[in-house]
């Protein structure tokens, strides 16, 4: 049976019909996996972060016209852009990759949520909590803004 409101209890359906949980055991390891679980989340948004702040290759920049020769390609609002870096295809991959990733946990997440089952609720708000504390909150955390997700 499917639950339309938030009810407490050990069995629960997390995901998959497969994750069902009927017992105390199971229904404890099944929070601890989902709060390390919203932790790696935070921890993938800010790698994700420390690899576009630091990653130089691949960036654009607007130039003079005259410091760039006729045949640089010519941007719309921009004027002429100078590509700089060759390896501009592998940062974008890894940057794409860690982007797929963190984002495809955070729906799992989700709908892991949509259980509405109390503990699943608290252990995922919990484990995204922590995850930020530790790695996101604090004066050494990237100040990177993403306009997806409000991550």
């Known amino acids: 049976m499917m639950h339309m409101t938030f009810y407490w209890g050990k069995s629960v359906t997390v995901l998959f019909d497969q994750w069902a949980v009927k017992t105390w055991q199971g229904y404890i ?3 601890i996996v989902l709060f390390v679980f919203s932790v790696v989340h935070e921890w993938l948004a ?3 972060s420390l690899f ?3 990653s130089s290759a691949g960036k654009t920049s607007a ?3 005259a410091a760039v020769s006729d045949d640089t390609p010519e941007a719309p609002l921009l004027g002429r852009v100078v590509v700089q870096g060759s390896r501009i295809g592998i940062n974008k991959s890894v940057e794409s990759l860690l982007f797929g990733v963190k984002v495809g946990l955070g729906y799992l997440l989700m709908l892991a949520v949509m ?3 109390g503990g699943v609720f608290l252990s ?3 484990g995204l909590a922590v995850g930020y504390f530790f790695f996101r909150s604090g004066s050494e955390a990237p100040s990177f803004h993403d306009p ?3 991550s």
């Open 124 to 126: 995922i708000v919990a």
């Open 52 to 54: 576009l702040t630091t």
């Open 63 to 65: 130039v003079p016209s």
């Open 46 to 48: 800010v790698q994700r």
């Open 29 to 31: 390891l099944t929070l």
């Open 148 to 150: 997806c997700c409000s």
């Open 115 to 117: 259980s509405y089952n």
